[in-house]
Every structure is written in structure tokens, then in C-alpha cells.
């Protein structure tokens, strides 16, 4: 597609539930990014890919949070035991590369609403 | 270690007059430096970014940023507001290509 899709868009869940968000990268980039912005907050940092590789998860706040691309294009993040604090848009951006000279494009995000 | 602050969580400016938003950064080396920009249900723009080039960056949509080293700035501004500019404004560092910093968000209101 022409730009970063993620699923669902909105996505209500009861506490202690897991939750999988889905993220569709622009055909052919290598880089792909999670983040998570709560509500009246930048986003802060989740993970980074490249390619299949998981090459930093420093930003996911508990083991509850897990990431993977299995095939080094589309990935999923899975929330598990769900709190109301996970509560929050998830964002999914990708790029060509690592390069600073490229432009990380990012979707129109998850919304999670923990209940 | 890398921070963003914005000083501004809220600026309103009236339609035709000029815009500042305004970003300190804190950077050990030489940082990127963007704008994005995020509409209402709407996923973050590039508006415009610096990566060691020349300090007077141009953007889209007339916005342009000025990297000051010495001042640890990268302030945003428009000459002329529209309307279709209201929006919440992030600006970002990086060192480290893979790890965006986010400041906390400037939401600009445009009166007509």
C-alpha cells in the first residue's frame, strides 16, 4: 500500500485480556518501529526491526510486551494480562533503512482502551 | 542522554499572522531534528527535518525550522497561519537513527 497500515484501529479490551496489533510497513522498508503515546503525550519508543531482527526492545515497559516480524515485513505486537495503565495509541512507523538521511513514515496508530 | 522540551503546550495565534513554535533539545553529539505534525485521528507528518546540512531548513506547507547549536534550538515558525494549520506539533531528536525522542506536543489553535 502507499503508506504504514496498522489493525485494528480501535480495539476495546477487558483487563487480563491480550491484545495482538498489527502493522503493515511500506513495501520495502527495512526499518520498522513501535511506539506508544498515552493520552496528551508524545510517543515514546516501544522497539525497533530491522529486517527480522529485533535489534532494541529497551522502550518495552514489561515482559507482558512482546514484538516480532517474523518475515522482516509485516509485524505484530502482542500485550498480554492487560492493564488499564496499556491504555494508549500504538503506533507503527517504518523506513527504507537506518540512515538518518531517510524519513520514518508512521500510521495512523492502534487505539487501546483497557476497561 | 537525549531530551526534547517544548516550552509551549498550547499557542493561538490568529489566521495571517505569524507562527512560533518553539524546541530545546539536549544532545551529547550531533543530533536530527524534526517536526512532525498530527492532525485530529490522524497519523504524524514529516514537516520538515535537519540532518547536518544547512541550519535554515524549509518544510512543507511554508513552515520552516532554524537549527541553533548554540542555543540548543530548533524552533518552528510559518509567516502566515491558515486555519488548516491548527494541529498538535512534535518536534524529535535522534542520534541513534533507530530512537526518536518526542517532545511532549504543541497544540496550535488558528482563530479566524
Known amino acids: 500500500g502507499a503508506g504504514v497500515s496498522q489493525s485494528p484501529r480501535y480495539k476495546v479490551a477487558k483487563r487480563g485480556q491480550d491484545v495482538a496489533l498489527r502493522c503493515d510497513p511500506i513495501s520495502g522498508h527495512v526499518s520498522l518501529f513501535w511506539y506508544q503515546q498515552a493520552l496528551g503525550q508524545g510517543p515514546e519508543f516501544l522497539t525497533y526491526f530491522q529486517n527480522e531482527a529485533q535489534l532494541d526492545k529497551s522502550g518495552l515497559p514489561s515482559d507482558r510486551f512482546f514484538a516480532e516480524r517474523p518475515e522482516g515485513s509485516v509485524s505484530t505486537l502482542k500485550i498480554q494480562r492487560t492493564q488499564q495503565e496499556d491504555s494508549a495509541v500504538y503506533l507503527c512507523?517504518?523506513?527504507?533503512?537506518?540512515?538518518?538521511?531517510?524519513?520514518?513514515?508512521f500510521g495512523e496508530g492502534s487505539w487501546l482502551t483497557v476497561v | 542522554a537525549q531530551s526534547v522540551t517544548q516550552l509551549d503546550s498550547h499557542v493561538s495565534v490568529s489566521e495571517g499572522t505569524p507562527v512560533l513554535l518553539r524546541c530545546n533539545y539536549s544532545s551529547s553529539y550531533s543530533p536530527s531534528l524534526f517536526w512532525y505534525v498530527q492532525h485530529p485521528n490522524k497519523g504524524l507528518q514529516l514537516l520538515l527535518k535537519?540532518?547536518?546540512?544547512?541550519?535554515l531548513v524549509k518544510g512543507i506547507n511554508g513552515f520552516e525550522a532554524e537549527f541553533k547549536k548554540s542555543e540548543t534550538s530548533f524552533h518552528l515558525t510559518k509567516p502566515s497561519a491558515h486555519m488548516s494549520d491548527a494541529a498538535e506539533y512534535f518536534c524529535v531528536v535522534t542520534e541513534v537513527f533507530n530512537k526518536f525522542y518526542f517532545g511532549s506536543g504543541t497544540k496550535l489553535n488558528v482563530k479566524p
Open positions: 512507523a517504518s523506513s527504507l533503512g537506518p540512515g538518518n538521511g531517510n524519513t520514518i513514515y
Open positions: 535537519y540532518t547536518s546540512a544547512a541550519t
